[in-house]
């Protein structure tokens, strides 16, 4: 009886030091795992939304033609940057094109040049009233950001890139589009012939300038 109560001793002592290691791996899991969930969340980077000052941004556009050309501006509607650590990671502006101006021309002629350029012959802004450009990805270098993103006009989103420049709280680009990929055709030597000096060429320009 001695001897059963010897072994009963020895296995009773063998099940708690195997339940003590047990116990104790665990903590050390548990621990290890705390860890590396505070390491985790101390290098993870948070994306917040910096919206963009309409009032403070501007939009000026150029459009060239066989005998001259004519310029003007364009109104953004709202916009916002994704940011990540203070760059530019992503982010997405909305145009007004019912507020197409003309600044170099006066009068009647300013007035047919709005009304044509807002007609269905141009941009068709009573069915297609917004153009959208949204940022997909920004690569930082210095001051500038080679971005690539989406453009929609007329309901046509396109693939564009092009270089953003950062100073401060402002952030400037030069686009330069082809309008005839948005099914912006009127005048276009890439669709009619013989147009001569009537001719306006497909690509205009949108110098763009952001607040924050």
Same mark, same amino acid.
């Given at each position: 009886? *001695?001897?059963?109560? =010897? /072994?009963?001793?020895?296995?009773?002592?063998?099940?708690?030091?195997?339940?003590? =290691?047990?116990?104790?791996?665990?903590?050390? &899991?548990?621990?290890?795992?705390?860890?590396?969930? %505070?390491? /985790?969340?101390?290098?993870?980077? &948070?994306? %917040?939304?910096? &919206?963009?000052?309409?009032?403070?941004?501007?939009?000026?556009?150029?459009?060239?033609?066989?005998?001259?050309?004519?310029?003007?501006?364009?109104?953004?509607?709202?916009?916002?940057?994704?940011?990540?650590?203070?760059?530019?990671?992503?982010?997405?502006?909305?145009?007004?094109?019912? /507020?197409?101006?003309?600044?170099?021309? +006066?009068?009647?002629?300013?007035? =047919?040049?709005?009304?044509?350029?807002?007609?269905?012959?141009?941009?068709?802004?009573?069915?297609?009233?917004?153009?959208?450009?949204? %940022?997909?990805?920004?690569?930082?270098?210095?001051?500038? #950001?080679?971005?690539?993103?989406?453009?929609?006009?007329?309901? @046509?989103?396109?693939?564009?890139?092009?270089?953003? +420049?950062?100073?401060?709280?402002?952030? @400037?680009?030069?686009?330069?589009?082809?309008? *005839?990929?948005?099914?912006?055709?009127?005048?276009?030597?890439?669709?009619?012939?013989?147009?001569?000096? &009537? @001719?306006? #060429?497909?690509?205009?320009?949108?110098?763009?300038?952001?607040?924050?």
């Amino acid at each position: 009886m *001695s001897t059963l109560n =010897q /072994s009963l001793s020895k296995l009773n002592l063998a099940t708690k030091k195997a339940f003590n =290691q047990l116990n104790r791996n665990n903590r050390v &899991k548990s621990v290890l795992i705390l860890a590396v969930g %505070i390491a /985790s969340a101390s290098f993870t980077t &948070k994306t %917040i939304m910096e &919206k963009v000052s309409v009032k403070s941004s501007s939009i000026t556009w150029v459009g060239k033609k066989v005998t001259g050309k004519h310029m003007g501006t364009i109104d953004l509607k709202e916009g916002f940057f994704e940011m990540e650590d203070g760059a530019v990671t992503g982010g997405e502006f909305v145009i007004d094109m019912n /507020s197409i101006a003309c600044t170099d021309l +006066e009068g009647d002629s300013k007035g =047919q040049l709005e009304g044509h350029l807002k007609s269905d012959d141009f941009f068709g802004v009573e069915n297609y009233p917004t153009a959208k450009l949204v %940022i997909t990805n920004a690569v930082k270098n210095g001051n500038t #950001y080679k971005v690539t993103g989406d453009l929609t006009i007329k309901e @046509t989103t396109e693939p564009i890139t092009f270089d953003l +420049e950062e100073a401060g709280d402002n952030f @400037t680009t030069t686009l330069t589009i082809d309008r *005839s990929k948005y099914n912006v055709r009127y005048g276009s030597g890439s669709f009619f012939d013989n147009l001569g000096d &009537k @001719t306006i #060429y497909d690509d205009f320009t949108l110098d763009i300038n952001l607040s924050i």
